[in-house]
């Protein structure tokens, strides 16, 4: 009869849009994805990284999460993999625990016989878990999988395909064959609030994904998507807008239906809890005169008039959920002030400062990530 597949990813939970919490609306969609999977009697869930937002989550996002996933296991298996933004320590702390509820959680890559490769005999499926490798980390990855260290001056994508080579290749048509990732895939679209060092940097092409798995679960973009490829090679996208580069997305989650031997059926089911995010463009008049157009959601305003003391206040007085107000044509001067610099992520703050000082340079920026997620794992 085959198996019903729940795809989800990038719950970024913790993620507050310019300061104000949205942990309410965290609580609200994933309760929305629990009842999905209830409602079409789903036999496994696979989340494919970013659960928090911070890879040093408040104890109300654990709180999110943990029961988030505990009330997903109550209805099927349940197999999670860290993604940049999260701890993969602290994933791999809890994952005993988690194992108790029937969710399978994986924060470091490992071997196929220790980890690396879950079987669920009942459901005929065999899942290769992959969590996001850095750049530095790739390295140790492929030594694990015993791959030769003449080949270490091999480019990232090279060393991924090799690692994805070892989960995978013992797979037969017998069973139903997935692959639970985090990263980026060449020909994919970026949603707005991905990590950008941690994008171009890591891209894969499809060809690093063998035809004989009949589903590919990828987490990293927040656009929901499917992936050039011969395959069913598909990201869930994230379950609220978390970005204003996002406000034209539709949020769902993947409902896969998949057999041994068989190309993988996949339906989008969307998502409607958590406020939108909307972006008005006009002079201070055109855009008061939208406000009712609005409803409950986060706003930014653009503003097509000269700046001056109090225009802000101004329109946050006629629209509430004005997170942002800016200029088309900012005078000179601080571009950011203290408050918008307190509820931004350091990443973004080390990306505004480097275009202040007008020294933009991706491979800095990609190198700043880095450091900063090994001081942060």
């Known amino acids: 009869m085959g198996v019903k597949i729940l795809h989800t990813s990038d719950w970024h939970v913790g993620r507050r849009i310019r300061g104000r919490d949205r942990s ?3 609580v609200e969609v994933l309760a929305e994805i629990v009842g999905i999977a209830a409602d079409h009697e789903v036999d496994l869930t696979v989340v494919a990284g970013d659960l928090f937002d911070t890879s040093s989550p408040a104890a109300t996002a654990e709180q999110i ?4 996933l505990l009330d997903l296991a ?3 298996p349940v197999l999670v993999v860290a993604g940049n933004h999260d701890s993969p320590l602290r994933l791999d702390a809890i994952a005993p625990l988690l194992e108790m509820g029937r969710v399978t959680a994986v924060g470091t890559p490992a071997k196929p016989d220790d980890g690396g490769v879950v079987d669920l005999p009942d459901l005929d499926v065999r899942a290769a878990l992959l969590p996001f490798v850095s750049q530095r980390g790739i390295v140790k990855v492929e030594q694990m999988m015993g791959e030769d260290p003449d080949q270490h001056s091999a480019a990232y994508q090279d060393r991924v395909g090799r690692v994805v080579d070892a989960l995978t290749s013992p797979m037969t048509a017998s069973t139903v064959n997935l692959l639970l990732s985090h990263l980026t895939v060449f020909g994919a679209e970026s949603g707005g609030g991905e990590r950008k060092a941690h994008i171009f940097g890591y891209a894969v092409p499809t060809s690093v994904f063998p035809g004989h798995l009949t589903y590919v679960a990828l987490g990293h973009l927040h656009r929901q998507q499917k992936v050039p490829h011969a395959g069913s090679v598909w990201y869930s996208g994230s379950p609220l807008q978390l970005d204003f580069g996002e406000v034209d997305d539709q949020k769902g989650v993947l409902l ?4 041994p031997g068989l190309p993988a059926r996949v339906t989008a089911i969307p998502l409607t809890s958590g406020r939108r995010l909307v972006t008005l463009r006009g002079s201070l008049d055109e855009v008061i005169a939208r406000a009712d157009d609005v409803g409950s959601a986060y706003v ?4 097509t008039e000269r700046g001056r003391v109090g225009l802000a206040d101004e329109v946050r007085s006629v629209i509430p ?9 900012p005078e000179p001067g601080p571009r950011h002030g203290p408050d918008d610099r307190r509820s931004i992520s350091p990443i973004e703050a080390f990306h505004r400062y480097l275009d202040e000082k ?11 990530a880095n450091l900063l997620d090994e001081v942060m794992s």
């Open 74 to 76: 109550e209805i099927a």
């Open 300 to 303: 930014k305003v653009i503003l």
């Open 358 to 368: 007008g020294q933009k340079d991706p491979d800095v920026e990609k190198l700043f």
């Open 256 to 259: 896969v239906e998949a057999e």
């Open 24 to 26: 309410a609306e965290h």
């Open 65 to 68: 999460v943990w029961r988030s």
């Open 321 to 329: 959920g004005a997170v942002e107000v800016v200029l088309d044509n």
